[in-house]
């Protein structure tokens, strides 16, 4: 795997879409280059002490031609809001790419379950396992239907997407496991990927202990560096003592590895 | 032509050819960080703290950023002394630069074991003992208390033939005291300082943040009391001095040598800009070559107004 460059980039769009997300392309010719599905960036757009720390975000889609990859970002705090006003054309610093790519693509049918900026996660890979032409269904929920994300993305590269919204105002009026479960019933899917949500999480890893799936978990964590220095973003590890660090180990993980936090 | 200044010091008869490197814990010299610079540039390199067995570190969340610096408590994972002989020692040796190597114990034993495991390794050329991590059985840092610091640093210095670095913590009435101390145990050098005991809450949790309920502060946040640390112990002690807190290029690390110290250690800055320990060696010597220093040992403790 490339080693991770750190570089000045370019911002080159920002679109907000739904409200509260950005979606913000940037340039940054290798690290477009060499980016694979489930590797991360730290981003800093300031030059101050509060806040001070890089922010870690998935690549949602990266274009080694034209020298650009993307990112989702959901304003949470300062420094994403720092982020999402921006201008076209501002300096970002960027470490990347960071984290083990996904390799393994032998699955007969591939589940995406994705909630929130959760949804960012999965892009990637589901453009690389269309691009291999392995069937990818998208599981896509969210409180409501105007706070569906990276909806138009993960349409032209899913097989099927599945909408679940919490008041029913699109799709499917309840849990997104629910269609998760039926998937399985019917021998679509033999493999989940999850994010965004603690409840998909635990429902995955049941599943996966269960052997109904290979389930795996794509984690956050609280990270200083995002490539191993500082020992910040532990993950309990399951069934051995010790702990994984997400940005070196994951940050996918097979679910019955880790702790899910309840 | 100007000359090139002369960059190299001296800590405890080892000389290093600058006087810019890591904090212990917070950079790692391995594959990931290939394309930033070579760790071979570095003044010398250490290693993340080590214990004689191995450790988990504590639950998470083990950071949180604050204004101008992190709270950790990393808790110090390790998989022990032999797994660091075997797989990380020898990539540290082969880089060039002088090794450190930074250890910690539970007990006095531990302390004096593994101070003669690193010795009769052959590999390190100063040992620093990181007294400062409050791991003791009482809870209290090995530097936090005068008689302890004495006995632990003047056990090890009796068994081994390294030079010994005391990494002294600045949780203490006057870390002066603690350096005089250190040295009266036959420490040939200090590293000052390491983190300040802090914590965070939770305002919705009602919970401190971290994990460990306490952290060590660390970053820009404590710089001007790390710099007044290491200008009160060079008041006090003969031995060299190695600066850190809150180093985030030359500037700050200038301020460290004009204050007493001999060398400087870059911590959590590492995070923020892996090239910041390259731009630190670079930006000392353009300040002694705009300020007509033919060498950086010139510097180091001017602010002094003893002559
Ligand atoms: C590997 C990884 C990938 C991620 N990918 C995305 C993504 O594609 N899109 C997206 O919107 N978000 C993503 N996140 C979460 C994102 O990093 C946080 O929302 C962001 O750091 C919050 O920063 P802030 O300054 O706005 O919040 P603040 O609350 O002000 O941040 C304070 C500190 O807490 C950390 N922090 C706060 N929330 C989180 C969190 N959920 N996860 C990790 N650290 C956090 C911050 O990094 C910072 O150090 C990802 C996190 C990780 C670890
Ligand atoms: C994440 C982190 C881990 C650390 N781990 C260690 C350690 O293992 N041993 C040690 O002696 N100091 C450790 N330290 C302390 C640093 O070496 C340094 O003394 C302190 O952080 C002040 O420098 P800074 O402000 O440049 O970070 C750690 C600091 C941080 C931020
Ligand atoms: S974020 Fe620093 S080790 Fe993972």
């Known amino acids: 795997m490339a080693a991770p460059v750190y570089r000045k980039a370019t911002l080159v769009s920002r679109k907000e879409n739904p409200k509260g997300y950005f979606h913000l392309v940037i340039r940054e010719e290798q690290i477009a280059q060499t980016a694979g599905p489930g590797q991360f960036v730290m981003v800093r757009g300031w030059h101050t002490g509060d806040p001070i720390l890089p922010r870690p975000f998935d690549i949602v889609l990266a274009d080694p031609l034209k020298g650009v990859f993307r990112l989702c970002i959901k304003v949470e705090g300062k420094g994403t809001r720092l982020l999402s006003t921006l201008k076209k054309g501002s300096s970002l610093y960027v470490t990347g790419p960071l984290g083990k790519s996904i390799t393994e693509f032998d699955s007969s049918g591939t589940a995406l379950l994705v909630r929130g900026a959760g949804a960012a996660a999965v892009v990637f890979l589901a453009e690389t396992l269309t691009k291999l032409k392995k069937p990818v269904f998208t599981i896509l929920s969210a409180s409501t239907k105007s706070r569906l994300v990276c909806r138009a993305l993960l349409e032209e590269f899913s097989n099927d997407v599945f909408i679940a919204t919490d008041d029913g105002t699109e799709g499917y009026h309840g849990n997104g496991t629910d269609i998760l479960d039926q998937l399985i019933t019917e021998g679509k899917v033999d493999t989940v990927y999850t994010c965004g949500s603690h409840r998909f999480a635990r429902h995955v890893k049941a599943l996966d202990l269960a052997g109904k799936v290979k389930g795996y978990l794509f984690l956050e964590g609280y990270m200083g560096c995002g490539m191993g220095d500082c020992h910040g973003c532990a993950v309990k590890k399951d069934g051995e003592d010790g702990y994984f660090l997400v940005c070196m180990d994951g940050p996918v993980f097979r679910s019955r590895t880790v702790v899910v936090d309840s | ?307």
């Open chain 2, 1 to 307: 032509m100007r000359v090139s200044p002369d960059l190299s010091v001296e800590i405890a008869g080892v000389p290093f050819p600058n006087p810019v490197m890591p904090a212990s814990g917070a950079y790692e010299v391995d594959e990931i960080h290939d394309n930033f610079f070579s760790p071979s540039e570095l003044g010398a390199v250490i290693n993340k703290t080590i214990f004689l067995h191995p450790r988990p570190g504590n639950p998470p969340p083990r950071i949180w950023e604050t204004p101008c610096g992190m709270l950790n408590a990393i808790g110090i994972p390790c998989d022990g002394a032999e797994a660091f002989i075997w797989d990380k020692l020898p990539n540290l040796r082969k880089l060039g630069p002088p090794v450190v190597v930074s250890i910690a114990g539970e007990t006095m034993e531990e302390w004096i074991e593994l101070s003669e495991l690193i010795e009769s390794t052959g590999m390190a050329d100063l040992l620093e003992l990181n007294l400062s991590c409050p791991n003791l059985s009482d809870g209290i840092p090995w530097s936090t208390e005068e008689k302890t610091l004495e006995r632990v640093v003047s056990a090890v210095v009796s068994r081994v033939k390294l030079p010994v670095i005391a990494k002294l913590s600045p949780v203490v009435t006057d870390i002066a005291d603690m350096a005089r101390t250190a040295e009266g145990a036959g420490a040939s050098a200090l590293s000052m300082i390491n983190t300040y005991k802090g914590m965070a809450i939770d305002i919705k949790r009602k919970r401190p943040v971290l994990g460990n309920v306490t952290g060590g502060l660390s970053g820009p946040a404590i710089r001007p009391l790390a710099v007044w640390a290491v200008y009160s112990a060079y008041e006090t002690v003969k031995i060299p001095i190695i600066g850190m807190g809150g180093i985030d290029g030359p500037t700050a690390a200038i301020e460290f040598l004009l204050a007493g110290a001999s060398a400087v250690a870059v911590g959590m800055y590492n995070f923020i800009d892996p090239f910041t320990m390259k731009k630190t060696i670079e930006g000392i010597r353009t300040y002694l070559l705009e300020e007509g220093y033919s060498s950086v040992r010139e510097i180091i403790g001017m602010a002094h107004t003893r002559a």
